[in-house]
């Protein structure tokens, strides 16, 4: 398996657009995202990545897909 590059400091998800920057704590980091308050990032650092998940990460909790789901949408990205 391959690894994504990453460029430093760029994220999928915007979190300087609710104020959750980079010095901010992991937890409240993941009570933005668990409010569904984080937008995606418009840079698009992974765009195959990010085209792929968009869908994913917006989604109600109910329609996500499960991990093996989520295993096979990653993985076509990586081919």
Same mark, same amino acid.
């Given at each position: 398996m391959s690894f994504l590059p990453v460029r430093a400091g760029v994220r999928p998800l915007d979190y300087k657009a609710v104020g959750t920057g980079s010095g901010a704590? #992991?937890?409240?980091?993941?009570?933005a995202i668990a409010q569904r308050a #984080?937008?995606?990032s418009t840079s698009m650092p992974w765009p195959a990545l990010q085209v792929r998940l968009q869908d994913v990460l917006l989604a109600d909790p109910e329609d996500r897909p499960t991990a093996a789901e989520l295993t096979e949408l990653v993985a076509v990205v990586d081919r």
């Open positions: 704590s #992991v937890e409240a980091m993941r009570a #984080v937008p995606m």
